[in-house]
């Protein structure tokens, strides 16, 4: 059979309207392949994670825009999508000179949202570090 003519396996994509709360649920299932306890791991690394991005990042370190392009990618990965827009809006406004304050306590206030769903997830409250 011709090679144009072959069936081909389609990958799934990220939906460009994500689910309305703060972790697309069908987002973490995908990525993690179904496996709930990758899920529950990748959950509680980004709670981690995000804790001490966001405590670096109030100090407004040289590194800023580094740390919140790390936080927006993390956010991706789990499905978190209203953080990593946030992270997004606050590594444009680190590049170009702008003044942080506003972007920084929206990016904060996404991280908590995601993080008040993460902990309904796991069923208990997340550690924080």
């Known amino acids: 059979m ?12 990220p939906p460009l309207a994500p689910g309305d709360g703060p972790i697309d649920l069908a987002h973490l299932a995908r990525m993690s ?19 001490r991005l966001i405590g670096a990042l109030s100090a407004l ?16 990965a789990i499905g978190a999508f209203a953080v990593a827009d946030a992270a997004a809006r606050l590594e444009h406004v680190l590049m170009s000179g702008a ?22 997830i796991l069923g208990k409250p997340s550690k924080r570090i």
Do not use: C, M, Y
């Open 2 to 13: 011709p090679r144009h003519l072959e069936r081909t396996q389609w990958i799934a994509s």
């Open 33 to 51: 392949l179904g496996d709930a306890a990758l899920e529950r791991e990748v959950l509680s690394l980004f709670v981690a994670q995000s804790d």
């Open 61 to 76: 370190p040289r590194d800023g825009r580094e740390l919140a392009h790390k936080l927006k990618g993390s956010a991706h």
């Open 99 to 120: 003044e942080p304050a506003e972007p920084l306590a929206a990016l904060s206030e996404a991280v908590a949202r995601a993080r008040n769903a993460i902990e309904a």
